[in-house]
T-cell receptor
Framework: EDQVTQSPEALRLQEGESSSLNCSYT??????LFWYRQDPGKGPEFLFT???AGEEKEKERLKATLTKKESFLHITAPKPEDSATYLC?????????????FGIGTKLQVIP | GAVVSQHPSWVICKSGTSVKIECRSL??????MFWYRQFPKQSLMLMAT?????????EQGVEKDKFLINHASLTLSTLTVTSAHPEDSSFYIC????????????FGNGTRLTVT
């Protein structure tokens, strides 16, 4: 069974204090690993797709990387508006069809 | 691109009534849409996969007679919670994917259902 584990569950940073979020996964036949941002009471907002080990994607203060077992979301010099829950998900075949499995997420709070 | 619209954003209903939630793909066609449920501090849980023109595929433990799904066109899927009870109160989110292997899901903004 596909598994996605995110750590830490919660992270509190001072504005400007860089850090990384971890997503460890166990899956057969990875089709893609996704990162999403979710604000309270809203649906997840797509950030990145990573397809193969060694791949990196960047968007403003966020950078996502991928290895064969985990992905990191690096946040450089975060701002309060980066506060949100960050979700990781893996896309893989399961039981004859494609399935997306989500982690619980990391709740990030950036303090001014 | 790849915008998914969900309506309503919140609804309060009385126990025993039914509630319909709509999910539309605004700028692309989606032969498949997905319905998720999210509880506080838990991950998104897939309830069912909605297939245009055919029956939905439900995940284990999800009652198909309680959560009716209709996918009548390439841009619209609906989820009807029938005979709602307080335990059905939750955050329901739909999503769709531009048909391409490995392409990401795009989500609506969710519907907060409260059953009193």
């Amino acid at each position: 069974e596909d598994q996605v584990t995110q750590s830490p569950e919660a992270l509190r940073l001072q504005e400007g204090e860089s850090s990384s979020l971890n997503c460890s996964y166990t899956v057969s036949g990875l089709r893609g690993l996704f990162w999403y941002r979710q604000d309270p009471g809203k649906g997840p907002e797509f950030l990145f797709t990573l397809y193969s080990a060694g791949e990196e994607k960047e968007k403003e203060r966020l950078k996502a990387t991928l290895t064969k077992k985990e992905s990191f979301l690096h946040i450089t010099a975060p701002k309060p508006e980066d506060s949100a829950t960050y979700l990781c998900a893996v896309h893989a075949p399961s039981g004859g069809y494609q399935k997306v499995t989500f982690g619980i997420g990391t709740k990030l709070q950036v303090i001014p | 691109g790849a915008v998914v619209s969900q309506h309503p954003s919140w609804v309060i209903c009385k126990s025993g009534t039914s509630v319909k939630i709509e999910c539309r793909s605004l700028d692309f066609q989606a032969t498949t849409m997905f319905w998720y449920r999210q509880f506080p501090k838990q991950s998104l849980m897939l309830m069912a996969t909605s297939n245009e023109g055919s029956k939905a595929t439900y995940e284990q433990g999800v009652e198909k007679d309680k959560f009716l799904i209709n996918h009548a066109s390439l841009t619209l899927s609906t989820l009807t919670v029938t005979s709602a009870h307080p335990e059905d109160s939750s955050f329901y989110i739909c999503s769709a994917r531009v048909t391409a292997l490995g392409s990401p899901l795009h989500f609506g903004n969710g519907t907060r259902l409260t059953v009193t």
